[in-house]
């Protein structure tokens, strides 16, 4: 079941509202011994998790399915880097970084139990199920927060956006549960920032522009590569392919990512490229531009220096100067305290 993106928190007799967390979506399946950890998209996430697959064997009835996230939580909030390096295909290296970094689960929502298809049941039914069945007494397994008061659930989006929480959930208690469907809604952090605008990569379709690659300055002067402005209009793609065309001339002559792939990230600062450890083979290669155009962008959030999602673009700035584009206009949101919500923050 999928959200749509609304900019409001939704008020509505009947509504209800959680957190929504910033890691991997994640559906389990449980019968008897085996348990299996399936994302979003039907990818195996078991053989990343050892630890949650042990974890959940003691927390979940014998045979159910459930629907939640799996976050890495940390005294600075939710690490979804750290979550990413837990996608490796070494063996070895996984069960390292499971004793390292453990994986949390946070359960929200319960699709079946026993022989009993819940989908087709309202969500308070699903969730009053879960809560009599979810055993969150151990470390690192949780059931999600819930409310009614929509007050309740503009504090959450406000206190925890520094944590990592990626904003609030609006569900109707009413609802069934309907894949594929976007009948939940998200009310997600957005804010603007003027960034460098240093090459573009082609869309998959070949005709048109499909991301343009963002930069900001740091205070030593290097260019790091902070994000993508995506989710372009097809009109909008193509007409990005002329006017990016100027700038295509001579772009590596002094372009301060130049030999990235040959170094694999050696360079100074963060570079664009490389294999993506969630999408196996994706292209990520892509054509420079020289820097001379900023773009302002909405973004969510940002991580480690990056954004943590797409950014959209909102407009091209002929009077900014890209050496003008850097990290002191991006919004620095103090971590909130956690140890109300994941007790395995205080170890």
Same mark, same amino acid.
């Given at each position: 079941?999928?959200?749509?993106? =609304?900019?409001?928190?939704?008020?509505?007799?009947?509504?209800?509202?959680?957190?929504? %967390?910033?890691?991997?979506?994640?559906? =389990?399946?449980?019968?008897?011994?085996?348990?299996?950890? @399936?994302?979003?998209?039907?990818?195996?996430?078991?053989?990343?998790?050892?630890?949650?697959?042990?974890?959940?064997?003691?927390?979940?009835?014998?045979?159910?399915?459930?629907?939640?996230?799996?976050?890495?939580?940390?005294?600075?909030?939710?690490?979804?880097?750290?979550?990413?390096?837990?996608?490796?295909?070494?063996?070895?290296?996984?069960?390292?970084?499971?004793?390292?970094?453990?994986?949390?689960? =946070?359960?929200?929502?319960?699709?079946?139990?026993?022989?009993?298809?819940?989908?087709?049941?309202?969500?308070?039914?699903?969730?009053?199920?879960?809560?009599?069945?979810?055993?969150?007494?151990?470390?690192?397994?949780?059931?999600?927060?819930?409310?009614?008061?929509?007050?309740?659930?503009?504090?959450?989006?406000?206190?925890?956006?520094?944590? &990592?929480?990626?904003?609030?959930?609006?569900?109707?208690?009413?609802?069934?549960?309907?894949?594929?469907?976007?009948?939940?809604?998200?009310?997600?952090?957005?804010?603007?920032?003027?960034?460098?605008?240093?090459?573009?990569?082609?869309?998959?379709?070949?005709?048109?522009?499909?991301?343009?690659?963002?930069?900001?300055?740091?205070?030593?002067?290097?260019?790091?590569?902070?994000? =993508? /402005?995506?989710?372009?209009?097809?009109?909008?793609?193509?007409?990005?392919?002329?006017?990016?065309?100027?700038?295509?001339?001579?772009?590596?002559? &002094?372009?301060? %990512?130049?030999? %990235? /792939?040959?170094?694999?990230?050696?360079?100074?600062?963060?570079?664009?490229? @490389?294999?993506?450890?969630?999408?196996?083979?994706?292209?990520?290669?892509?054509?420079?531009?020289?820097?001379?155009?900023?773009?302002?962008?909405?973004?969510?959030?940002?991580?480690?220096?990056?954004?943590?999602?797409?950014?959209?673009?909102?407009?091209?700035?002929?009077?900014?100067?890209?050496?003008?584009?850097?990290? /002191?206009?991006?919004?620095?949101?103090?971590?909130?305290?956690?140890?109300?919500?994941?007790?395995?923050?205080?170890?």
């Amino acid at each position: 079941m999928l959200a749509t993106s =609304v900019r409001e928190i939704p008020r509505a007799p009947g509504l209800t509202y959680e957190p929504k %967390w910033d890691g991997f979506r994640c559906i =389990v399946f449980r019968d008897g011994d085996e348990v299996v950890l @399936g994302s979003r998209n039907d990818r195996p996430l078991t053989r990343y998790f050892p630890e949650l697959a042990d974890l959940l064997r003691e927390a979940l009835p014998p045979r159910c399915v459930v629907d939640g996230e799996i976050v890495i939580v940390t005294e600075h909030g939710l690490d979804f880097e750290a979550l990413q390096l837990r996608l490796h295909p070494a063996e070895s290296r996984v069960r390292l970084l499971a004793e390292r970094t453990p994986a949390s689960f =946070v359960a929200f929502d319960l699709l079946a139990l026993g022989d009993s298809d819940l989908t087709g049941e309202p969500f308070r039914e699903r969730r009053r199920l879960l809560e009599t069945v979810l055993d969150d007494r151990l470390a690192r397994v949780h059931l999600t927060p819930l409310t009614t008061d929509p007050e309740v659930a503009r504090d959450w989006f406000t206190r925890f956006e520094g944590a &990592g929480f990626d904003g609030v959930m609006a569900k109707d208690g009413d609802l069934p549960y309907e894949q594929d469907r976007r009948t939940m809604w998200k009310v997600k952090h957005e804010r603007s920032a003027d960034c460098a605008v240093a090459g573009f990569r082609w869309h998959k379709d070949g005709k048109g522009v499909g991301s343009l690659l963002l930069g900001l300055y740091d205070e030593q002067g290097v260019l790091h590569h902070v994000g =993508v /402005a995506a989710s372009l209009p097809a009109a909008r793609r193509r007409e990005l392919v002329d006017e990016l065309a100027p700038l295509r001339d001579n772009a590596l002559t &002094g372009h301060p %990512w130049r030999g %990235w /792939a040959e170094a694999q990230g050696e360079v100074a600062g963060r570079v664009p490229g @490389g294999q993506s450890r969630w999408s196996a083979g994706k292209d990520l290669s892509w054509e420079p531009l020289r820097v001379e155009l900023v773009a302002e962008v909405r973004y969510e959030h940002v991580q480690a220096g990056r954004f943590r999602h797409g950014a959209r673009l909102v407009r091209f700035r002929p009077d900014r100067d890209p050496r003008s584009c850097t990290y /002191a206009q991006l919004d620095e949101v103090p971590p909130a305290e956690l140890r109300t919500l994941f007790t395995e923050v205080a170890r």
